[in-house]
């Protein structure tokens, strides 16, 4: 099975053109996604977290999602303590969702905002770079999460840089196309990607 990973920064519209796959019938795993299964209640992941981080829950005993975004964000050593409590088993639970969809499917998306930062781009056939210039990603955020410029910019700061994110991409797809531009260059990705020799089975 050949699989493409998708990526980009933050409100670059990664889920937006992610969508313009599944429409073409393509089964799409979403990193978010995986995220939430793997601190689901009574996970080891979600009690590591807890110890880690013990006042980003609820009084309920539930993960708050905004408090935790808001720590890490502004907390590199808090950042990188999360991604090694999460990363590997999002990346386990991913290998095991390939190897389920192989069976029956050609071909599959990964949309995933950290690809290059945790080394997925190795284990795709093809990465796409969804690209908006830092002035959209700023607009966007304003609007999707009332963040301020001020906010937004720091959220965007701490990702990889756009340039090196372009320089290690296999395509980059400008993520400020019309509708019907991105469903052409969709298609035109599926095409590229179907005359590819898979790099590897993800068979169990």
């Known amino acids: 099975m050949r699989v493409i990973g998708l990526t980009g920064g933050i409100a670059s519209g990664k889920s937006h053109v992610a969508r313009f796959f599944e429409a073409a019938g393509i089964p799409v795993i979403h990193s978010d996604q995986l995220a939430r299964e793997v601190v689901l209640p009574g996970t080891p992941s979600l009690e590591r977290v807890r110890e880690s981080f013990p006042d980003v829950f609820l009084e309920d005993g539930s993960l708050d999602r905004k408090a935790l975004g ?14 090694s409590i999460l990363h590997p088993p999002i990346r386990e639970l991913f290998m095991q969702k390939l190897g389920e969809l192989e069976k029956r499917n050609p071909l599959a998306v990964y949309e995933v905002p950290l690809l290059f930062e945790t080394g997925l781009d190795r284990e795709v056939d093809l990465s796409v770079v969804v690209d908006v210039p830092e002035d959209l990603q700023i607009f966007r955020l304003s ?16 990702q990889m840089p756009r340039e090196e994110r372009i320089r290690k ?36």
Do not use: H, N
């Open 143 to 158: 609007k999707r999460d009332q963040m301020t410029p001020e906010e937004a910019r720091r959220r965007i700061s701490v």
């Open 70 to 83: 808001k720590r890490i964000f502004s907390s590199q050593g808090d950042r990188k303590k999360l991604e």
């Open 169 to 204: 991409a296999d395509l980059v797809l400008p993520g400020d196309l019309s509708e019907e531009e991105l469903k052409e260059r969709v298609a035109g990705i599926l095409v590229l990607a179907s005359s590819m020799t898979p790099k590897r089975s993800y068979g169990i």
